[in-house]
């Protein structure tokens, strides 16, 4: 029996495990068609979902509407499922080493609940062979049964953008793997049910976990080149995005541009194939040396700020500092590995007296993921402000603005490329990464 077609019976059920950022918009282009069964471990996280409110405000209540899904924390509620997704976050740890310890739990979960015939999907980021060399031991050990046997696996690698409205699950294009031919056929056919955009066929599971771990690391040694080029320019005298635009006139020169590289994917993939790569004896040079280049921005913006603080004759342990936006980028709440907090952090080494506002983040995520205190607004006055996440409510703002919160001979910071440099001239001191 075809797996897709039980399910469009509603035979069998699909089973997200993990609504997140990338299991609940999955798991509700599912339910359009299937029945599903939304597990994640948090029940005040389920709870909300009952209610049609998603947590990191990602997903509109109407997408709840004409669903045929169940929300729950039970994992006795899995039994029922014949198509198990697995969608928990790869995290690495604070010595950069990949955490696996919500993969493994969630795989052991799932194991409970596999029977013969089953079709297990991970789409959490992995290092290639992770999904064969750890998770399949798991599965056999906890059901009892064979891989590739009694039940099949596959790989299909999420790309979900936070924040993205036009580039939604159902219109990003959709790699799949599985251990041979027939499986990958099934396996495509599900997900081909829901993904407009259309479906490729990697040709192994490795292929298919070291595709998207690469997708990252290119994004983030791209990041790291002009970040590097800032700082060597900024000692030039000379404005980094000027140079990168006048570059980009020539036809195959891309245009990247320098930042704080934070956020769930780029500045956390790498340390996945690094880690892999160092335990078969290979050092990855150039993805280390983009990971540390990245690393050390916000260090060089603190100590830049330090700089001009002390140029306009400003005292840096008595002045005040205000920084706009703590997200790992522009209109979203998401706060996972800001490194905006990082520069915050850096800062206060220099015994600046840092506020932070963002209209974007929660004050209570804010407070539990990094310990510091979101104001509802600024508390001026301020020596300096550090325009450190481009929301669209920032861009708006202009020199007089920025003038009003601050003390004589202000000091504005943009790291985002938020402003126009001419229309700030002549009003304050302006320094853009």
Not at 87 to 99: G, H, L, N, S
Not at 184 to 190: D, F, N, Y
Not at 309 to 321: E, M, T
Not at 371 to 399: F, Q, S
């Amino acid at each position: 029996m075809q797996i897709v077609d039980a399910l469009l019976r509603k035979e069998k059920s699909v089973a997200v495990i993990g609504l997140g950022y990338v299991g609940l918009p999955l798991a509700l282009a599912f339910a359009r068609k299937f029945r599903v069964t939304g597990f994640d471990i948090l029940p005040s996280r389920v709870r909300a979902l009952e209610e049609g409110r998603d947590p990191n405000g990602e997903v509109e209540a109407s997408d709840f509407a004409q669903r045929d899904i169940r929300f729950t924390s039970d994992p006795s509620d899995l039994s029922a499922a014949g198509f198990f997704i697995v969608t928990v976050p790869t995290p690495i740890d604070a010595y950069k080493v990949p955490d696996l310890g919500p993969l493994f739990a969630a795989t052991r979960t799932v194991a409970n609940a596999l029977k013969p015939g089953d079709y297990v999907v991970f789409e959490s980021t992995v290092y290639p062979g992770c999904t064969e060399e750890e998770c399949l031991p798991l599965l056999e050990a906890g059901s009892g049964l064979k891989a590739f046997r009694d039940f099949q696996v596959g790989y299909s690698p999420e790309r979900i953008n936070p924040g993205d409205r036009e580039r939604t699950v159902e219109h990003i294009l959709k790699v799949v793997s599985a251990g041979d031919t027939d499986s990958l056929e099934q396996i495509a056919a599900v997900y081909g049910t829901v993904i407009q955009a259309g479906i490729y066929k990697a040709a192994s599971i490795r292929i298919a976990e070291a595709a998207k771990v690469i997708e990252n690391i290119q994004r983030d040694l791209n990041i790291s080149l002009m970040n590097e080029l800032a700082v060597l320019f900024d000692r030039m005298g000379l404005d980094t995005r000027s140079v990168i635009e006048t570059a980009a006139t020539k036809w195959n020169f891309v245009p990247y541009y320098p930042g704080l590289v934070g956020g769930h994917c780029i500045g956390v993939d790498p340390y996945y194939l690094i880690h892999k790569a160092l335990s078969l004896g290979i050092n990855p040079q150039v993805i280390r040396a983009g990971r540390g280049i990245n690393d050390r921005m916000p260090e060089f913006i603190a100590q830049k700020m330090v700089r001009y603080l002390a140029q306009c004759g400003k005292n840096p342990s008595a002045s005040r500092v205000l920084v706009m936006g703590l997200t790992f980028k522009e209109n979203i709440s998401d706060l996972r590995n800001s490194k905006v907090a990082d520069l915050i952090r850096e800062l206060r080494t220099f015994s600046l007296e840092v506020d932070v506002v963002d209209d974007q983040a929660s004050p209570e995520a804010a407070l539990g993921e990094y310990g510091m205190a979101l104001l509802p607004e600024p508390d001026p006055p301020y020596d300096a402000v550090i325009v450190a996440v481009r929301h669209r409510t920032y861009t708006t703002l202009n020199a007089d603005w920025f003038c009003g919160i601050m003390r004589d001979h202000p000091i504005l910071f943009d790291l985002m490329g938020c402003f126009d440099p001419a229309s700030m001239q002549g009003k304050l001191e302006f320094w853009r990464l």
